[in-house]
């Protein structure tokens, strides 16, 4: 079975975003979860975070970085062109059961993964102050659709070139230090931004909860790339989370193990854009 690609947009230079025909994994998705993709039957299994379903139109959204060889593999597809295997949800979904104040932090492309939750927390009644931050204004994605989702929206730009200039953080803080009382805190994002989060909220004993999407490989726990430490015992992304509790988080492990690859991935990725480019030609 192929699945079919029913839209397809560019939402920065390096940011696509998808809908995927899939009928069994939109009927049971919800936030937080994953799918594996193969874009073709030679190609690699990668994860990728469900970024909103449609039960109706059968369909799942996915938003993904150009970042490897199968990220600009998948980019090559335009609406109408299928990809050979969509296979999901998997992972744990977003626990959502009496949660009434919520600040979700989110971060450059994770703030893909962080709509769907501020989504279906607002569906729910639950008063979302959301902060998103990315490095400049050419970045920013998801704008108006966080500003739908939330009470309270508050973007962030390394730069200043759009919303305020700081780190996502510093809203957080300001947040809490004027009694904000939060019942939970969802950061979303890469590593280092999810460890200040949790640091910030610390003082505070707000319970944080982070999304270790960024470590995941295979998407099983068969090959153990995603495992981390958490409260001194080891866990595994893809199965145990990926979200779980920020104050436990190794995040200095995490954040080592994350690079072993990427000069391998980076050499991938330059061999597929080259083979595109001798293709175009």
């Known amino acids: 079975m192929?699945?079919?690609?029913?839209?397809?947009?560019v939402l920065n230079p390096t940011v696509t975003m998808m809908d995927i025909e899939a009928p069994l994994v939109a009927k049971k998705a919800d936030a937080g979860q994953f799918i594996i993709l193969r874009v073709d039957s030679e190609?690699?299994?990668?994860?990728?975070?469900?970024?909103?379903?449609?039960?109706?139109?059968?369909t799942v959204r996915i938003i993904f970085q150009v970042v490897g060889a199968t990220t600009a593999a998948l980019n090559q597809k335009e609406e109408g062109d299928f990809i050979e295997d969509f296979v999901g949800p998997l992972g744990n979904k977003t626990e959502t059961d009496?949660?009434?104040?919520?600040?979700?932090?989110?971060?450059?492309?994770?703030c893909a993964i962080a709509l769907p939750v501020a989504q279906k927390l607002h569906e729910l009644g639950c008063e979302v102050h959301s902060i998103v931050?990315?490095?400049?204004?050419?970045?920013?994605?998801?704008?108006?659709e966080f500003a739908a989702a939330s009470d309270r929206l508050t973007l962030m730009t390394d730069d200043g070139t759009a919303g305020r200039k700081g780190l996502v953080t510093e809203p957080l803080a300001e947040a809490l230090k004027n009694g904000e009382n939060y019942d939970e805190i969802i950061a979303i994002g890469p590593l280092v931004m999810m460890k200040f989060v949790v640091a910030t909220a610390r003082p505070y004993g707000v319970k944080t909860v982070v999304s270790m999407n960024p470590i995941m490989i295979d998407g099983t726990g068969m090959c153990g790339g995603c495992r981390l430490t958490v409260g001194g015992v080891t866990k595994f992304a893809c199965v145990d989370?990926?979200?779980?509790?920020?104050?436990?988080?190794?995040?200095d492990?995490?954040?080592?193990?994350?690079?072993?690859?990427?000069?391998?991935?980076?050499?991938?990725?330059?061999?597929t854009c080259n083979l595109f480019r001798k293709e175009v030609k």
């Open 241 to 251: 989370g990926p979200e779980f509790d920020g104050y436990e988080v190794d995040f």
């Open 253 to 271: 492990e995490a954040m080592e193990r994350s690079v072993l690859y990427r000069d391998f991935e980076r050499h991938a990725y330059e061999n």
């Open 43 to 58: 190609g690699e299994r990668i994860p990728l975070t469900v970024a909103g379903y449609d039960r109706t139109r059968r």
């Open 98 to 110: 009496g949660l009434k104040k919520v600040c979700i932090v989110g971060g450059g492309v994770g």
């Open 133 to 144: 931050g990315f490095r400049s204004q050419d970045l920013v994605i998801l704008q108006e």
């Open 2 to 9: 192929s699945y079919r690609i029913l839209m397809k947009k």
